[in-house]
């Protein structure tokens, strides 16, 4: 019995097409396909052995007298899109044999005796031994034009799995038999589709067409699925081979770069480019409902995003089309469609999952490939996931029409119920990805985020293991592994040093961390930071870093206080003495790359609050690296503007501002509410050392330090501001100071009129002052000097 069983199992996977080397029907390479077609057909038009020919019919685990039925769901435990899917396909190619009126006398076999290959017991061992099937089929291969070895070895290949040897060379003396003794069903008398006939067997020849394209298109969707999928990411590829190349461009042909100002270019860059999607909306969060908010990726971003959900649409769209009467689904052509767009949406999504997890990757070589920051990455990652996810419902969707009443008993096995666990974990991301929810509880978003593609990844892995599929997931777990590995190592390259952490003025954490002296910083680079207490040293939060004017070899973060880590640090600070205090902490980074601006003519950095040090670090590097430091005459010309709201916003960076002193930067700042007079306390904590400054400087009149006493002594606060701040202006002379705001309109031009050649504008700050300027430099890129305009965006919003 046992040994039955086993005859049977095999004839069930060799019927029903088995699981190739990566575990699809091993059909799908489409040579199998003639063959299985034409068993299809013969199955259905003819007996040559009784059901109890051959050991009898036997029941299999599962099955019912049903065998329609049966043979799809029964005892094969293995894929449900590959043999499964086949049995069921088989069990309503037969049924459809019938209620398509042409094999009007084969009710009984196809509605019980035969129903999947899989219920039909000893008719496979029939397929393999009786010489009149055999050459039936052989007849069937030369009517449908497929007589070589590649399709005839379909035989061999499936007996083979019966156990039963079947000569390669079978088809020359099968066609012989077949073309010396063929018949009819009107040249056989009393021909009853259910009793066993001794002689070949003529088949309907125009059935053989349908079924032989119903088979080829089944078969060839599988295929093409890979392909289509495949073209998804050639267009990505694309993408980001131009986004390289344009970036590449502008470092190694600067001055070609430069020259590219024709009215076609500059139409391109003008309305494609450069500006936001809409207006001036990039940066800021859009408001819908509240708790739909979300962010509009730029126009070109947008537009790479809007293609990619077209190539997504079209290649769901192209060659699905079944054939009418569809044998292999029953005779309907909406169920085979169906099929097909499940088995499609599947393959394509699990192929471009890899980008998904890439996209996201802290450490993702196409940032530097592209010069394109993390948040358009997070946007093209946001995007793909989504299309993904989609893609996974729509195959749900459709496989559960698909399997009908075969639902029930599919969806105990397990690769159904990985499926499913992976499908509600992605649904879960969905909604606990949106802006509102992340931007409130970030940290709980990130956990449950991660917990999701977790069970996203495993899930995928056991669905699409035994499909045939699973080379399709490596690419993911080797991407996703390759990202924590190297950020771990990252952390240990960096070490775990104690750092000092100020509050300043304006609720600016600043914390200062020694940093190995191989760590290469990168200007306008950030690092993400870890606060090795109990209750928050898993959190990683990413800060702009700039290398310390004051102590060498170490780094400095300014921390603006929000509501989470910097809140609790805010806290702990308020209670410590000096407000300040000694903490260990793990930094993963550099990350980021520099804007190209350092090739341009004229750069002209824009910084608002605390988007400075990104800038600042940037701007210095330039005039470092170009000898700017040194007061030596180089063309190229550094703005530097800087946009706070009171005098005192100036205190946290007044070090930095200080050593601006020693460039040829051009340095303005605004100061929007000059009027404010606040924080006597915090200017005096912070100029404790200026008065050494003013010594430096070799000036005999009063230090900012002494005008504090001075003033505060007069209890007279107004003037007590005024005196400080002419002071401040006293010892940063080589700053311009302007009360008020910028007025970026009529910033952007003039500084591409005053320029000899390119301007590049580089900003980070408020992102309402963000987009202003995105929107004015997109005004100005066909500016009438024909001066070569960049942009670049140093802020970053991917929360
Ligand atoms: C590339 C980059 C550079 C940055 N540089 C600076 C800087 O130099 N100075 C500065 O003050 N701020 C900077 N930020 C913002 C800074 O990361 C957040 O303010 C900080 O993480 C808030 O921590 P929190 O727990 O106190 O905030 P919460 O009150 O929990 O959150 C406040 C806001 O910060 C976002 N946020 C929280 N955690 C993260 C995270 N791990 N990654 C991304 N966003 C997060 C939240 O979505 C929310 O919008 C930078 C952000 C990025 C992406």
Known sequence: MKSKSLILGCAVACSVGSVSAYGRPYSDNSDMSPYQACQAQIQVEVTFCETNVGGGRHKREGETSSGGQSGGEGGNKTSEGGQNGQNSGQGQGQSQGMSGGQQQNNTQVANGGRGGKGGRGGGNTCDCLNPNSIATLAGCLQAAGKTSRKYTMGLVQGCKRSQIDVPEDWFDDAIKRFNANAKSAAEIPHFQRSKAINVPFILNSSNTTLYQESYKRFYANYNGSLYYGAGILAYWFLVLLLGAVS?????????????????VVNMWRKHVTVPAAFGRKKTQEQPLFKVFDFLIPSRSESIIIALFYGVVLLTHALCSTAVENDPRFGGSKYKAEIRYVADRSGITATMFMPLVFLFAGRNNFLQWATGWDFSTFMAFHRHTSRAMFMLVVIHAVCFTIALGSRYSNSVKRWYFIWGIVATVAGGIIMVQGMLFLRRRWYEIFLLIHIAMAVL??????????????????????????????VRILRLFYFGFPRSDVYLLADETLKVVVPKPKSWKSIPGGHAFIHFLKPTYFWQSHPFTFTDSVEEESCIVLYCKVKGGITHSLYKQLCAAPDRACKMRVAVEGPYGESTPAKYADTAVFIAGGNGIPGIYSEVFDIAKRSGHHHQNDRQQSLKLIWVVREWRSLYWFYQELLSLKSTNIETTIYVTQASSRTLMEDFNSKFAGSARISEDLGEKSESVEEVTKLEESSCDEKSATSSLVSSVKKELNHIEFREGRPDISTIVPEAIHESHGSVAFVTCGHSAMVDQIRYYCAENVDNEERKRVDFYEQVQVWA
């Open 456 to 485: 996203w990844v495993v899930g995928t892995w056991y669905h699409v293991k035994d499909l045939g599929y699973i080379q399709l997931v490596y690419p993911t777990v080797a991407i996703w592994g390759v990202d924590r590995v």
């Open 247 to 263: 970036y590449w461009s502008k470092i190694l042909f600067p001055g070609f770069t430069k020259k590219m100002t024709n009215p």
